[in-house]
């Protein structure tokens, strides 16, 4: 299907908005009620909590308008404000798990999730957070952080505390077994300030087998799932398992999955428009986002679902979502996978957004430069055939929104490749960013020279 067949099927206004990237979830569900009695819960095997399916990541909270940051007297830019909004709107509508880290949003999510969740009792909700403990592996600054996060969620214990972002025998031995801060977090569960110990995971098949062998007693795991990477190696060099096999793990020893992801960090909130036309055919009113959710929720051993929600029409289209979950049919799940194919076929960018990157050394905006280049192709604006009738349309869409979005001094070309690479080595998606960067830049600068 081409993109002007793609328009003709879906409605010029339902398609300039799907274009626009104005972050908008296409269907008209986005204007129905939100229920406030019909959330979704799921019971943990561990210790009976009824946990909403839909759990809120504070990774990607609102920020004060840009005018706004320059007048901060430091580096916290978080519209607390919109942070309280969202927050009490969640726990009003059935939402009950918030998920939050030391490393989120420049490092405030913590204290802003504390201020929000404060303000409600102590048994409305349950916090999740992490020993992110990446840039100091020191057993003195594992334990500085930890107390510092009691401190900023204002509360003096925690439901669900995980070692973070771990995928390789190194890391996390080097983080969390050979300095005894593993050994400090169990003492600190047996004490009662920590509920529910687990991990989260970014790494390869063998790891994961080794982490699930017995070795360790281990109350849930935070996977990445998606209808993307179910049953499928997105990137062979980036992770040697997929989640179908994790999920079956996991479900085999009754310990609970919390999901991260389930929209890859927004890819799945726009994809490509060959896939937004199937669905559309097969739910004119459900959201793109509400596919992927659906998919996420469907499997009976999710505890919860994480996430990354900025504005309040997400989170109401998600609350929607799951208040209550409707399994997904069997044609259903086959629209799932021909969609899963096409961005396969695509081959965009697997980056999540979480901003593990920044800031670049050389001032880069690398996830605008991914997200753009992703969007492009999702959007049809990726033109690569001289021949096509839609290639001049295509090209000065791709550059005219490139420099919209992303600054002259922050785009690709100022990358430095290989002789840099700080930014790999934070990836949690193993992603060679500096090679995409280059990627990125000449095919932009091949577009150019074809004025």
């Known amino acids: ?65 840009r005018a706004q940051r320059e007048s901060l007297a430091g580096d916290n830019d978080l519209d607390q404000e919109a942070v309280n909004e969202l927050v009490d709107f969640s726990i009003a509508h059935g939402v009950n798990i918030f998920d939050t880290s030391p490393r989120y949003c420049k490092g405030f999510s913590e204290s802003a999730t504390g201020t929000a969740l404060s303000r409600h009792p102590r048994d409305k909700y349950l916090i999740s957070t992490k020993m992110s403990n990446q840039s100091d592996w020191s057993y003195e600054g594992s334990l ?12 003096d214990y925690i439901d669900y505390y995980l070692v973070h972002n771990v995928g390789n025998h190194n890391n996390f031995n080097g983080r969390f077994i050979d300095n005894g801060v593993l050994d400090f977090l169990l003492k600190e569960k047996e004490a009662g300030r920590i509920r529910q110990l687990g991990w989260s995971f970014h790494g390869d098949g063998d790891f994961f087998e080794y982490m699930m062998s017995g070795k360790y007693d281990w109350d849930f795991v935070m996977i990445q799932l998606n209808y993307l990477d179910w049953d499928h190696v997105d990137n062979p060099g980036r992770t040697s398992i997929n989640a179908k096999r994790q999920y079956e793990i996991l479900a085999e020893k009754n310990i609970p999955a919390v999901i991260m992801e389930p929209l890859l960090g927004g890819r799945l909130a726009m994809p490509h428009y060959k896939a937004k036309a199937m669905m559309r055919q097969a739910d004119p009113d459900a959201s793109d986002a509400s596919w992927a959710f659906r998919f996420a929720g469907d499997f009976p051993n999710v505890l919860t679902v994480f996430s990354g929600m900025t504005f309040m029409e997400h989170l109401q289209d998600n609350i929607r979502t799951y208040s209550p979950l409707v399994p997904l049919a069997e044609k259903e799940h086959a629209v799932l996978e021909h969609a899963a194919q096409i961005a396969r076929d695509y081959k965009n960018i697997a980056c999540t957004n979480c901003q593990y990157c920044m800031p670049c050394p050389y001032g880069l905006d690398i996830p605008e430069i991914i997200t753009h280049f992703n969007r492009s192709l999702n959007e049809g604006n990726y033109p690569e055939d001289k021949q096509d009738a839609d290639y001049r349309r295509a090209r000065r869409a791709f550059l005219v929104s490139k420099n919209r979005k992303i600054a002259p001094e922050r785009q690709a070309s100022r990358c430095i490749g290989a002789g840099c690479s700080a930014c790999v080595k934070n990836c949690p998606q193993r992603i060679n960013i500096p090679i995409e960067m280059q990627r990125i830049d000449k095919f932009t600068e091949n577009l150019k020279r074809d004025a």
């Open 144 to 155: 500085k952080m930890y107390k510092k996060q009691f401190e900023d969620l204002k509360t």
């Open 1 to 65: 299907m081409e993109r002007r067949d793609f328009i003709k099927l879906v409605g010029a206004g339902a398609a300039m908005a799907a274009f626009s990237g104005c972050g908008s979830r296409d269907g008209s569900a986005a204007k129905k009620a939100v229920p406030a009695d019909k959330m979704t819960y799921r019971v943990d095997p561990k210790n009976g909590n009824n946990v909403s399916l839909l759990g809120f990541g504070m990774m990607r909270l609102p920020r004060v308008a």
